[in-house]
């Protein structure tokens, strides 16, 4: 049986939120089974909790923001969810003093690290995925997402378009088997990276005041500003596949299908996830509760007794 997970014991983080640039607290909490990821926004009297899904993820300007029908928003959640996908972390509470997650480094990696220390424990529950039946594409102005049917789990392929000196042209495709340690090997450390004249533009306009190099790679006409320069040399591509796969994974479950998209973002991922769900026809729900089924595919996930000085 694929069980379901959740984390092996209370574990808090602290760092600088991007929209604001003030410290933000965040607790998480080992769930039960069938729980999902639940967000509570500790700051609020009374406490305003909303479940990650599809549908409420609303304002998709800088990062993927879950807004409830008040209002009340829990922004950059995509690097958080992109790490619970890999770690196959289903049941989760997520408790926040602040409209907005901690942006760490700008990747998914301070994640990865502090749920691996953490621990990860399977439930007494099997795991339920969303297998796609048939093809579902969105796109927008020359760009496109698209899920098709795959019997070998979850793959993903994406390709961006950067005329830029410091983006090679040859290095703005990426695509792998998604497992949880591909994932952690060659995507989870991709920061996210913005223009300088945007970081200038925003920060006049009092947006982004937590952005620095210390979270982003930042470029200018010419090249990369950061002076430890990148972390992979496709780093671009690989944060837009990271970003697309926490996109993805707003309704706490793992698809099995095959993923391509090109110069996709926040907007159009989401509304493919919207796509693939609002016809029962696109897909079904499926779980392995006896033994791996390979006509179906399956993913296999980081080992829970995996440490992270394994990688
Ligand atoms: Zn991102």
């Known amino acids: 049986m694929i069980r379901q997970r959740t984390i092996a014991k209370p574990v808090s983080m602290t760092g600088i939120g991007l929209h604001s640039g003030a410290k ?17 926004r500790t700051d609020l009297e009374p406490n305003v909790t909303m479940k990650c899904s599809a549908d409420c993820v609303r304002d998709t300007q800088l990062c993927t923001a879950l807004v409830n029908e ?24 997520i408790n926040v003093n602040a409209p907005e997650m901690p942006v760490l480094d700008g990747s998914a990696h301070p994640f990865i ?11 007494p529950a099997p795991k339920s995925f969303i297998r796609v039946k048939r093809k579902v ?20 392929d994406l390709q961006i378009d950067f005329d830029h000196p410091a983006m090679d042209k040859d290095k703005q495709h990426f695509a792998m088997p ?18 300088m004249r945007d970081v200038e533009f925003m920060h006049a306009h009092n947006l982004a005041l937590g952005g620095s190099l210390e979270n982003a790679v930042v470029l200018d006409d010419r090249g990369v500003l950061n002076p430890e320069g990148l972390r992979y040399e496709d780093e671009f591509v690989k944060h837009k596949l990271l970003d697309a796969i926490g996109d993805l994974y707003m309704a706490g479950r793992s698809i099995l299908g095959s993923f391509k998209a090109y110069k996709t973002g926040h907007d159009l991922n989401n509304r493919l996830l919207r796509a693939l769900l ?25 080992d829970s007794k995996k440490s992270i000085a394994a990688f």
Do not use: M
Not at 29 to 39: F, K, M, V, W
Not at 70 to 93: K, M, P, Y
């Open 24 to 40: 933000v607290e965040v607790e998480f909490r080992p769930a039960p089974a069938n729980t999902g990821l639940i967000y509570t």
């Open 70 to 93: 008040n209002g009340v928003r829990i922004s950059t959640v995509e690097h958080l969810t992109a790490a619970l996908s890999a770690l196959g972390i289903d049941n989760l509470f």
């Open 113 to 123: 690290y502090l749920f691996t220390t953490t621990g990860v424990t399977e439930l």
């Open 137 to 156: 594409r969105v796109e927008n102005e020359g760009k496109w997402a698209e899920l098709n049917p795959s019997n070998s789990g979850f793959d993903v």
């Open 178 to 195: 998604f497992t949880g340690e591909n994932f952690v090997r060659q995507v989870s450390r991709a920061r996210t990276f913005c223009f």
């Open 278 to 302: 609002s016809d029962p026809e696109n897909y079904e729900l499926i779980e392995f509760s006896e033994e791996y089924s390979e006509q179906k595919g399956s993913i296999e996930f980081v």
